[in-house]
């Protein structure tokens, strides 16, 4: 079989796309044959050497955080999901893989797939996956937003932006957008109320809001200064000054600056897909590569400026 892999750290050039034994499934797990994957944050830090702390200094390391595929088999013991099901998933954030989610098979806890929505094809699962988590995450359970509050999201026309600029919407809150003007007509279409371009854009001059998402990582402490007085932060874009941005907001201010490793499971991905039924969100796609291609998909992802995700496809769904 098919795998993306990395044998040195460093920029997209560093992917190749080799064979590989196809993994069996042991107790508690599931085989899932993988129509499609998306880049990820995760992956590109992953990729660059940027989380040696999971990936560690051997090699080879998969790529690829989330799958959408369907059940190949199971191993002892799963009965929640049966050979051929659609499902959704990702593997562990926090541990190494050889073979992740862009190879043609994957091996996972069966806990960490749920089944794919009706309607949604294998490549809009992908694409949804883990902004989606991330998003409900951030909105319910870092800043439990309430309906008619003020939210900023930065870095709204990616993945993660788009998936809570529908969902912040859907759950009654006021949203403001931060992107590039081009992306201004899809943010309004999707609930936006304003869409500033951040590169024209002071901090200063958009207002306050109760809950500011940030996918960008930079500039915290003058974004923090956005918030009201019981205004809650959360991001998603962690650098080193991002870090230390976090931990003094924790240290001296009540406006603190949230963080969480959104870590999807099966009850997770039925929330995400109760969404996506009720038409609160759906995927926005960017562009679809082949795996043989999967560098382009990095390079594109690296660029900045996408409106969705960048899919890497493996098979036809």
Known sequence: MKAAQIF??????????????????GPGQVLVAV????????????????????SGRRFPVGVGLDFAGSVAATGPGVDSVRAGDPVWGTVHPREKHTIAGAAEYVV??????????????????????VPGITALTALRGATHLKAGESVLV????????????????????????????????????RGAERVHDYRHTAPDEIGLFDVIVDTVGTDLARYRRRLTKSGRMVTVGLSGPAIAAIAASTVFGSRRIRTFSADPRTAQLAELAEQFAAGAVVPVIDGVYPLADIASAHRAFGKGGAQGRQIVQIASS
């Not at 944050?41 to 940027?50: K, M, N």
């Not at 806990?111 to 694409?127: E, H, K, L």
């Not at 932006?161 to 957008?177: C, D, I, N, P």
């Open 35 to 54: 129509a499609a994957s998306s880049v990820n944050g995760h992956d590109a830090l992953v990729r660059a050497g940027a989380a040696k702390i999971i």
């Open 154 to 189: 930065r870095g709204a026309a990616g993945g993660v932006g788009m998936a809570a600029v529908q969902l912040a919407h859907a759950f009654g809150g006021r949203v403001t957008a931060l992107a590039r003007d081009r992306h201004a007509a899809a943010l309004t279409d």
């Open 108 to 129: 996972v806890a069966a806990d960490r797939v749920g089944p794919i929505p009706a309607g949604m094809s294998s490549v809009q699962a992908a694409a949804l996956v």
């Open 8 to 25: 040195s750290y460093g920029t997209p050039d560093v992917l190749a796309v080799t064979d590989v034994e196809r993994p069996e499934p």
